[in-house]
Antibody
C-alpha cells in the first residue's frame, strides 16, 4: 500500500526558505510513471496546487509561485522535496504531498499534511 | 491561472440528491476530460472521489457521480448521508502541465 509522509519545520521565519520532504513508501519515484506533487491549504481556505515533478525529473509549477518554488527528487529515490523561498505570512498553510496519476489526471494518494507557520 | 468556480455552500437532507458545479474555461474544463473531485473532512487529507470527470475509484460509493457540460463539471451525490457532510473540491488539468483547483464547496447535510 502506497503511503506518503510530509516532514519539515513547522515554523519558518519571514523572508527565509521553507523546506519540506515527502517520504514515499511502497513505491520508487523514479521507477513509476507518475507525477509527484505538492498542494497547500491556508487555514480555513481552499486547496492550491503548487507543482509536480515527473519521475523523469521534469518539473511543473503554479505560475503564481514559479519564481519561488523548486521541487526535486532526493537521491534516495523514495523522497522528494519542496523549497519555497522568500516566504511571508501568506505562505502559512497545511502542505500536502501527493501522487498524481497523469493518465487520469487525479491525485489518488495523499500524505496527511503538515502545518507550516510563517512567523517571526 | 484562475481558480475554478464552485458554490461556497450547498445543503440537503438525508436521502436527497445534491449537485455541486465547477465552472472553468474552454482552456481547462471545457477542453480536457481531466476533472477530478475530492472530499475533505475537517482535519483530514483530501480523498479522491471522481476522476476523468465521471469515473469512480475502487471503494467509492456509487452514490457519487460526475459529469460535464461545456466548461462546467458537476458532482452529484444521491441518497445523501450524514457522513457526506464535508468540503468538496474540483480540480482540472490546464495547459501546459499545470493543475487548478476550485475554491471548494461546503456540503451540509441537514
Amino acid at each position: 500500500q502506497l503511503q506518503l509522509q510530509e516532514s519539515g519545520p513547522g515554523l519558518v521565519t519571514p523572508s527565509e526558505t521553507l523546506s519540506l520532504t515527502c517520504t514515499v513508501s511502497g513505491d520508487f519515484i523514479n521507477f513509476s510513471s507518475f507525477y509527484w506533487g505538492w498542494i497547500r491549504q491556508p487555514p480555513g481556505k481552499g486547496l492550491e496546487w503548487i507543482g509536480n515533478i515527473y519521475y523523469s525529473g521534469s518539473t511543473y509549477y503554479n505560475p503564481s509561485l514559479k519564481s519561488r518554488v523548486a521541487i526535486s527528487v532526493i537521491a534516495s529515490k523514495t523522497q522528494f522535496s519542496l523549497r519555497l523561498s522568500s516566504v511571508t505570512a501568506a505562505d502559512t498553510a497545511v502542505y500536502y504531498c501527493a501522487r498524481l496519476a497523469g493518465a487520469s489526471g487525479s491525485y489518488n494518494y495523499w500524505g496527511q499534511g503538515t502545518l507550516v507557520t510563517v512567523s517571526s | 491561472q484562475s481558480a475554478l468556480t464552485q458554490p461556497a455552500s450547498v445543503s440537503g437532507s438525508p436521502g436527497q440528491s445534491i449537485t455541486i458545479s465547477c465552472t472553468g474555461t474552454n482552456s481547462d474544463v471545457g477542453t480536457y476530460n481531466l476533472v477530478s473531485w475530492y472530499q475533505q473532512h475537517p482535519g483530514e487529507a483530501p480523498k479522491l472521489m471522481i476522476y476523468e470527470g465521471s469515473k469512480r475509484p475502487s471503494g467509492v460509493s456509487s452514490r457519487f457521480s460526475g459529469s460535464k457540460s461545456g466548461d462546467t463539471a458537476s458532482l452529484t451525490i444521491s441518497g445523501l448521508q450524514t457522513e457526506d457532510e464535508a468540503d468538496y473540491y474540483c480540480c482540472s488539468y490546464a495547459p501546459i502541465n499545470t493543475w487548478v483547483f476550485g475554491g471548494g464547496t461546503k456540503l451540509t447535510v441537514l
